[in-house]
């Protein structure tokens, strides 16, 4: 079954600006209302019960009328949703029915959805494409139904229509909507400063050595591997909320790999290149340099992926790499991926196959979409309102002008990631996979583990986070760390100590065996107030070693400085 892509909707809400007549005819009445989702269910083969749909019928109908009654006696109705919190849609009755007759009908197709009697792969695809059509049909989304833009519009005597319209012809030639003005931003000037020297680099990365800002520091290097999938500067956005800076000032010695952005020469690499040519080349150059046996490796969502893939090719090589791991929002066990699950399934993965197996490139403007599709109303139609209907110029936003830096991926590697991950989970069972021509047993890497999962996390849902917990250093379970932060899978990671902003949760079993469940750590857990980094900072301490000189200078002998950070590597756009 195909899912509606929001980016698609907006393009085609383009062509039709001011002319919403076409989604008010289906939302008109419930029996046209149903008939998208009944094509839909027909295709998927799945039904609902009649007693079912019959009592859902039966509710709309009631509420139905109630909301008629209010209107013919000039009741305005309630209108929960942020959407429709402005003023201006309370100010006139009309318009204030049509939100909540709109509303009315979002709930309506939604009961319908849930009420879908069908697989849970199939159930989940169902409500996520009914939630992309309610949510695409917003009044808010149309000049004609939208109050606050028809006031801008008379405020302005038509000003904030030509903007719209310069705005809207202006993403159409990127491609992509704008979520932030990109012009306030540009790496290594004021995104992506905190100082260091690329002391290493391949066709595949650049590593960057940070300076020191302690005269001392933790023997054991930390070396971050960020997900190749973004760019590696959401961990050094501005000075106040860079973990690459955080890291620095508890006094460890930073390394980082920076991916490069795959053009067409790279459309041949795999996941095995990624692992052997990437993350065990960085540990090697890292170990090197600091003259360490061992490291402290980080990953963050897909970079803890391989990260976590590299050690365990290591230790069947005979080589116990690290001392201890970070894990930040990062999936091994892939058995619950969240709604991502919606986009993955045998028909699909073996369509990407197809096209990308043998070679090519996975734009990076397609996952940007991806990902988008999972919030539409905040990452697509926020910004049609705002930007097109309004006439606004998006703000200065370092996260959101990161997140439309978009990073390619080299087609084989990208479908192999998709089969062996998403679709049949084969990194959770020991040995099932080869990689770099090791098997991987993931219970063989011998070191300490912290695993950070985000509360409200819709691509990697923290529950499935926490199962890294029962995979990794199963000798030594006691050794092993799991911290709950608030909010989502960017957000929840950046979370600056000096904030004081949010909250976390921690378990301390006090010598007690830890909960196996995600749910029984949760029962006994318990939440504090602020950040979650100093408990990764101690935890970094406990695993570091003694303290030694801070290095004078970048790089050895034989790895000399090749330009400054953030290097040139990260600088180059996928669009």
């Not at 029996?31 to 019928?57: C, F, H, T």
């Not at 003023?87 to 204030?96: G, H, I, K, M, V």
């Not at 200065?396 to 590697?413: I, Q």
Request: aromatic residues 10%; charged residues 20%.
């Amino acid at each position: 079954m195909n899912m509606p892509d929001p980016q698609a909707m907006a393009s085609a809400w383009m062509t039709q600006f001011a002319n919403p007549q076409g989604w008010q005819s289906w939302f008109k009445m419930p029996e046209q209302s149903a008939n998208p989702l009944a094509s839909m269910m027909k295709d998927a083969g799945v039904s609902i019960k009649p007693e079912r749909l019959e009592q859902i019928r039966s509710d709309y109908m009631q509420k139905a009328g109630a909301l008629w009654q209010d209107f013919i006696a000039s009741r305005k109705p309630t209108l929960s949703d942020k959407r429709f919190s402005s003023p201006d849609w309370q100010s006139n009755p009309l318009t204030a029915f049509h939100a909540a007759s709109y509303l009315l009908n979002a709930e309506f197709l939604t009961a319908l959805a849930e009420a879908v009697d069908a697989p849970p792969r199939e159930h989940q695809k169902i409500r996520f494409a009914v939630q992309q059509m309610v949510d695409a049909m917003s009044p808010a989304n149309f000049l004609a139904t939208n109050p606050e833009a028809q006031q801008k519009l008379i405020d302005t005597k038509g000003e904030s229509l030509a903007k719209g319209l310069a705005n809207m012809l202006s993403d159409m030639q990127k491609g992509r909507i704008s979520q932030s003005d990109e012009s306030a931003f540009e790496v290594g000037r004021n995104v992506a400063t905190a100082p260091g020297q690329v002391v290493f680099e391949n066709e595949l990365f650049q590593l960057i050595q940070y300076d020191p800002v302690t005269p001392t520091v933790h023997q054991v290097p930390l070396l971050i591997v960020p997900p190749c999938i973004n760019k590696f500067y959401i961990l050094d956005l501005q000075p106040e909320n860079s973990v690459v800076r955080y890291a620095v000032e508890q006094g460890n010695t930073v390394m980082l790999m920076s991916w490069r952005n795959p053009d067409k020469s790279l459309g041949s690499l795999t996941w095995d290149d990624y692992v052997e040519t990437g993350a065990i080349k960085a540990i090697e150059v890292t170990r090197e340099i600091t003259g360490q046996d061992k490291i402290n490796a980080f990953g963050f969502c897909v970079g803890g992926t391989i990260v976590a893939s590299a050690l365990a090719v290591l230790a069947g090589r005979g080589d116990q790499a690290a001392a201890s791991v970070t894990l930040l929002t990062t999936l091994l066990d892939f058995k619950d991926t969240g709604v991502l699950d919606v986009f993955i399934d045998p028909a699909q993965v073996a369509l990407r196959e197809q096209a990308l197996a043998q070679g090519g490139l996975m734009p990076g403007r397609d996952l940007a979409t991806t990902f988008s599709a999972l919030r539409p109303n905040d990452l697509v139609w926020n910004y049609v309102q705002s930007n097109y209907l309004k006439g606004n110029e998006p703000p200065a936003f370092d996260l959101l002008y990161w997140n439309a830096d978009s990073t390619n991926l080299p087609g084989p590697m990208f479908c192999w990631y998709l089969r062996n991950m998403y679709l049949e989970n084969n990194l959770r069972e020991s040995g099932k996979l080869t990689v770099a021509g090791v098997p991987v047993h993931l219970d063989c890497i011998d070191a300490s583990v912290f695993v950070f999962g985000s509360k409200e996390d819709h691509i990697v849902p923290w529950t499935a986070a926490f199962e890294s917990m029962s995979i990794l250093n199963p000798k030594k379970p006691k050794a092993n760390r799991f911290v709950l932060g608030a909010s989502g899978h960017i957000a929840g990671v950046i979370n600056p100590a000096s904030k004081n902003k949010r909250s976390y949760w921690v378990n301390d079993t006090n010598g007690k065996a830890r909960p196996k469940t995600a749910a029984a750590w949760f029962e006994g857990a318990t939440e504090h107030k602020g950040s979650w980094w100093p408990e990764w900072a101690k935890f970094l301490a406990d695993n570091g070693g003694k303290d030694i000189k801070a290095p004078a200078k970048p790089g050895n002998a034989q790895y000399r400085p090749i330009e400054p950070a953030p290097g040139r590597y990260v600088k180059v756009r996928g669009d």
